[in-house]
């Protein structure tokens, strides 16, 4: 399948503090890439989806000022977590979609936050 | 997008295939079923997906019921490597379509 990777695998960061997190799809063209999170023991969350070029669409209850998402083009997605705090401790996965195949979504291996 | 309904957890003896059920009773015509699995601590891998007939890849088999109102993931040969949870999810194409997903099923393989 289709490969998305993921930058960094894992960070910790003091609370008050801003990280960004970026996804990449290596060797296919995504128009629309999708966030999720993750707590321990539970299912994963979606919280947007963003589109080449234009604005992000939130999910219900996703703050849209505190988790900042740009899609400047079409193999690249970055998340930015504006001033973390401990309870954005969480596992994020990205995925992006291939439009060029039968729109199978894949995603990346996720990256770990832990927030001080 | 419909939602599914699957077993909390099963358990398969390594090397016999597992049967993954998945209700999905309120899928609407343009809706496929696709199905991932998530190995703890790693991002969700693809397996299958289907309309309404059935699939079969390198991975597994899908089976959908002819009503399509509940399908079934067959791993063929399960290994110790197959634990995982696995998620059945309905989605249409196109832009609009979202991958939301519920609790999936808890697959031990056990030796």
């Known amino acids: 399948g289709a490969v998305v990777s993921q930058h960094p695998s894992r960070v910790i960061c003091k609370s008050g503090t801003s990280v960004k997190i970026e996804c990449r799809s290596l060797?296919?063209?995504?128009?629309?890439m999708f966030w999720y999170r993750q707590f321990p023991k539970k299912s994963l969350m979606l919280m947007a989806t963003s589109n080449e070029g234009s604005k992000a669409t939130y999910e219900q209850g996703v703050e849209k000022d505190k988790f900042l998402i740009n899609h400047a083009s079409l193999t690249l997605s970055t998340l930015t977590v504006t001033s973390a705090h401990p309870e954005d401790s969480s596992f994020y996965i990205c995925?992006?979609?291939?439009?060029?195949?039968?729109?199978?979504?894949?995603f990346g291996p996720g990256t770990r936050l832990l927030v001080l | 997008d419909a939602k599914t309904t699957q077993p909390t957890s099963m358990d398969c003896a390594e090397g016999r295939a597992a049967n993954l059920p998945c209700n999905h009773s309120t899928i609407s015509g343009n809706e496929y079923v696709y199905w991932y699995r998530q190995i703890h601590s790693q991002g969700p891998q693809y397996i299958i997906h289907?309309?309404?007939n059935n699939e079969t890849n390198e991975m597994a088999s899908l089976i959908i019921t002819e009503d399509r109102k509940s399908s079934t993931l067959i791993l063929p040969h399960a290994t110790l490597r197959d634990t995982a949870v696995y998620y059945c999810?309905?989605?249409?194409?196109?832009?609009?379509?979202?991958?939301?997903f519920g609790q999936g099923t808890e697959l031990s393989v056990k030796p």
């Open positions: 289907g309309l309404k």
């Open positions: 060797d296919f063209q995504a128009t629309t």
């Open positions: 999810i309905v989605r249409t194409r196109g832009q609009g379509g979202k991958l939301i």
């Open positions: 995925s992006a979609r291939d439009l060029a195949g039968q729109e199978t979504q894949y």
